[in-house]
């Protein structure tokens, strides 16, 4: 069995327990043990849990100011505005507030900065022509808790702010109206890993119950359900651990994505080329690169424009045009991959060290985190790539590894920054062009605590036998879906597996069959880093699911890893 296979250790008698009391099988009640369950209570609110189960918004710390606020300019017919951030959780929450306001018949506009030219954050430039345009409060969606001296110049301009973001809070909060964060320190809402647009539902939630308590609405109200898909879309896309509150909006969410009443998601669905059933992948891998594409090629206001859109044919088109934006961001990203192995094949320096720190003036700054990713995944190594701009200045974006904290490590470098900011796994930069070469060597020797060589682990609910897989045990195993990080797909271990046949086909893809005891199964390994020839027996990493296509649906085993002796 190869060194980095990490199997979750059994725990033999609460797992059956729970699935004699749950009425599942051992493999389902152990995946849920794995997933930090440790009761029979807590199992059954996450296989059945609702909208129901969601906390009061009024938990929120400073929720109760901030309806009153926007209840004061609903009535005065108050210019308002959304001010959000450019990535699909941004986006997400400025198209569901603008919605929830339309809907209510609000006077609203909104704004989402451009990457590029006014970068993240509260723009002032932006306030004032907001102001000119008469808005007299604006509502921020996945920004704005480290804008102390924008929100006090927009007092200045007689803006009112409320700010609602999900970020951590710096030690010092812009004096806004209210800040709603529920990562802010006396905040007793239990749900902080929601991300912006989550914040955002919850204050739609309030606000309607406020107005409803009030009798605003005299021919009938939003049905805050229909929301439910943006919410799905930008916590997925924002790399939300899917658990608790999150897992009950994204489930609920993604039950909406199948017959969308949203004329926009309807034309993203299409773009998508999906026909069948949304999953949190679709959210992920599909839907969240299209809306993202828009602001990092442009600025987010076709994806805005998308999801608020009333026509079937415009949303095609915007959808249609996010598609092609998409496709040159794929081309772009081929390009700067390019580029940046090329720089590293021609530098053994680099490739022996703790890290990767690349820069170029060819790069788009928009698209470097994403190389990042694939750089530090592809080398093992935290990675940091600078695209340097016609004045000399350098935008960087680094990706970390598993076990690294790459913030921490920028933090000893931090008097060669203009700017920078970040957590353990991912950080964003400015930095002088003259001080990268600099920077390279201080950052690798801040990294030099983290000795032993990176190596990605695969971390396996249990080992089971082949035979145990049925139509039944896949059925069970979808009850645990949406999934995604902090839920990740259930990874079994077989042993001993007798391969039958075998054929690679297409890129890196190898299609098998497998047999144990008088059961066959069909399985895929998609993606393999070289293609393989697999002996006789092998040991077998993989989630059983079910492939449907045409209108028939048979068990296959999509295969993560393999094995075998002298391997």
């Not at 797992?15 to 849920?32: E, G, N, V």
């Not at 249990?462 to 195993?477: G, H, P, R």
Request: glycine share 8%; with cysteine.
């Amino acid at each position: 069995m190869k060194s980095n296979w990490i199997i979750e250790k059994e725990n033999i008698k609460l797992r059956d327990k729970l699935s004699k009391a749950l009425k599942i099988s051992p493999i389902t009640a152990q995946i849920l043990l794995n997933r930090g369950i440790k009761n029979e209570t807590e199992a059954n609110l996450f296989l059945n849990c609702t909208l129901f189960d969601l906390p009061s918004p009024y938990l929120m710390k400073g929720m109760d100011i901030a309806i009153e606020r926007i209840k004061k300019g609903l009535h005065e017919n108050e210019r308002i505005a959304i001010y959000g951030d450019y990535d699909v959780d941004g986006v997400t929450s400025t198209a569901l507030l603008y919605n929830f306001l339309k809907d209510i018949n609000a006077n609203v506009t909104y704004y989402n900065p451009d990457r590029i030219k006014e970068g993240y954050g509260i723009n002032i430039d932006a306030v004032k022509k907001l102001s000119q345009d008469g808005v007299g409060l604006i509502i921020s969606g996945d920004c704005g808790i480290t804008a102390v001296k924008e929100v006090e110049q927009a007092k200045e301009l007689g803006v009112d702010f409320i700010v609602t973001d999900h970020h951590k809070p710096p030690q010092e909060l812009p004096k806004a109206v209210s800040v709603l964060n529920p990562k802010l320190s006396d905040c007793k809402y239990p749900a902080k890993e929601i991300v912006g647009v989550g914040v955002i539902f919850n204050l739609v939630i309030a606000l309607r119950r406020a107005l409803r308590d009030e009798g605003f609405f005299k021919n009938g109200e939003p049905n805050l359900g229909d929301y439910l898909d943006l919410v799905a879309l930008g916590t997925v896309a924002d790399c939300a651990p899917l658990l608790d509150v999150n897992r009950i909006l994204v489930k609920e969410g993604i039950k909406r994505m199948q017959n969308p009443k949203r004329l926009g998601l309807q034309a993203l669905k299409e773009a998508s080329s999906i026909k069948g059933e949304v999953t949190s992948y679709d959210l992920g891998f599909k839907f969240g690169p299209r809306i993202n594409a828009s602001g990092r090629m442009s600025t987010a206001d076709n994806a805005v424009k998308l999801f608020i859109s009333d026509n079937l044919e415009d949303a095609r088109e915007i959808a249609k045009d996010l598609n092609k934006q998409n496709t040159d961001r794929q081309d772009t990203e081929a390009g700067i991959v390019k580029e940046a192995i090329s720089q590293l094949e021609s530098n053994p320096e680099i490739i022996g060290s703790n890290s990767i720190v690349l820069a170029s003036r060819n790069w788009h700054p928009g698209i470097i985190g994403i190389v990042a990713s694939r750089i530090a995944e592809r080398y093992e190594k935290p990675t940091l790539l600078i695209a340097i701009s016609e004045d000399g200045v350098g935008k960087g974006s680094g990706r970390s590894v598993d076990g690294v904290n790459i913030y921490a490590a920028l933090l000893e470098c931090r008097e060669l920054f203009l700017q920078f900011g970040g957590h353990e796994q991912a950080a964003g930069l400015s930095i002088r062009e003259e001080d990268v070469d600099k920077f390279r060597k201080m950052f690798d020797k801040a990294l030099e605590s983290n000795k032993e060589p990176y190596k990605q682990k695969l971390n396996i609910d249990c080992t089971v036998e082949l035979e145990s897989i049925s139509e039944s045990l896949i059925s069970e195993l979808d009850l645990l879906a949406p999934f995604g990080i902090g839920n990740p797909e259930p990874l079994l271990l077989s042993k001993e597996v007798e391969v039958i046949s075998q054929r690679i086909f297409k890129d890196n893809h190898l299609g098998f069959k497998v047999k144990e005891g008088e059961n066959f199964y069909d399985a895929i390994w998609f993606n393999m880093k070289q293609p393989t020839t697999l002996p006789d027996k092998i040991d077998m990493v993989y989630t059983p699911e079910f492939n449907r296509w045409n209108g028939k649906k048979e068990i296959r085993l999509r295969v993560r890893d393999v094995s075998w002796e002298n391997n």
